[in-house]
């Protein structure tokens, strides 16, 4: 990784942004650089009211959980989002749904939309299938490789 810059100030601030805020995770980009700063979700605490020294074996526990919505992005039917935004399962509120969980669709056919910066983007099937299931409803907002819909 020669010619990587790590600004620790910047880690530091953004880590105190997601403690100020709740998030569990942020990145900024620019240029050719990214930096993202994830967390545990805050949910862990709940789990173990043990002593102080047992805490972190609930955090080792929480990690596979974590990691579960990263596996069904790796699935081979996943639709993932291409970009940060929100998705909308119909193009507006009083037509009804692109796609349904059960529905056959076509290769390209239009599975939802995604709003980023006042620009819808039609999230088009990759491959001919039944759609198993959708991960989102109208109005939730989306990461960037979240995965929206399986296709089989």
């Given at each position: 990784?020669?010619g990587l ?5 910047a880690?530091?601030a953004?880590a105190e942004?997601l ?8 990145e900024?980009?620019?240029k050719d650089s990214?930096?993202r ?6 949910t862990?605490q709940a ?6 020294m047992a ?7 929480a990690a596979?959980a974590a ?13 993932n989002?291409p970009?940060?935004?929100?998705a909308?399962l119909?193009?507006?509120p ?8 059960g ?8 599975l939802?939309?995604?709003e980023a ?5 039609q999230?088009k ?5 039944t759609?198993k ?10 990461e960037f ?8």
């Amino acid at each position: 990784m020669s010619g990587l810059l790590v600004d620790a100030d910047a880690i530091r601030a953004l880590a105190e942004i997601l403690t100020d805020t709740g998030l569990t995770e942020i990145e900024v980009s620019e240029k050719d650089s990214r930096i993202r700063v994830a967390r545990a979700p805050a949910t862990v605490q709940a789990v173990a009211p043990a002593p102080v020294m047992a805490a972190p074996a609930p955090v080792v526990a929480a990690a596979p959980a974590a990691a579960a919505p990263a596996d069904l992005s790796r699935h081979p039917g996943a639709v993932n989002s291409p970009m940060v935004g929100v998705a909308y399962l119909t193009p507006d509120p009083s037509s009804p749904p692109f796609v349904s969980e059960g529905q056959v669709v076509s290769a390209g056919q239009t599975l939802l939309l995604i709003e980023a910066m006042k620009t819808f983007n039609q999230i088009k099937a990759p491959k001919a299938g039944t759609v198993k299931t959708l991960l989102v409803a109208s109005g939730d907002p989306v990461e960037f490789g979240q995965p929206l819909a399986i296709i089989e």
